[in-house]
């Protein structure tokens, strides 16, 4: 494995240029198709994922929203579905510097997205402007995702 130069398969490598398009859009019709139905946010705030399409839709569109001057840095792959993409960005007077761990299902899909965030200052502010803007809403989605299964 080391010395070994590993890709992303062409289905996840398409599904990971759409996810360019939306950062840089932030148009959830873009982002729509590339997320599983039964994807899993894993959030840098809470100790459980959250489950399911919608709301993964609402956490990253809104957080699309509140980053500025995001940037990605580099991109690694650790084997043909998994891939984890070094970001900074600002929020508010915090600068923070992220990961987001990618994970991507056979037809390209992704079906896991976790993102970790430092400092925790920046990861704070996050938390409350996310909270503040779709606080009760997201709490109501994961109480229906947890009824139906």
Do not use: C
């Not at 010395?3 to 729509?32: C, M, N, Y």
């Not at 100790?47 to 399911?52: A, H, R, V, Y």
């Not at 809104?62 to 579905?81: C, K, L, M, P, Q």
Request: proline residues 6%; glycine residues 8%.
């Amino acid at each position: 494995m080391i010395g070994q130069k590993l890709a992303l398969a062409p289905l996840p490598r398409a599904t990971l240029e759409g996810w360019h398009r939306f950062v840089a859009s932030p148009d959830a019709e873009i982002l729509r198709p590339l997320l599983s139905e039964h994807i899993l946010f894993r959030s840098p705030m809470l100790q459980s994922p959250i489950p399911g399409r919608a709301a993964t839709l609402l956490v990253l569109t809104t957080v699309a929203r509140i980053f500025e001057n995001f940037t990605y840095h580099r991109t690694f792959v650790a084997d043909s579905h998994d891939a984890a993409l070094e970001f900074s960005a600002n929020i508010g007077k915090w600068q923070l510097k992220g990961v987001d761990l990618i994970k991507f299902n056979e037809r390209g899909e992704m079906i896991e997205f976790e993102v970790m965030i430092r400092p925790i200052k920046a990861l704070q502010a996050l938390g409350e402007e996310m909270g503040n803007r779709i606080g009760p809403q997201l709490s109501i989605m994961k109480g229906a995702a947890a009824a139906e299964g």
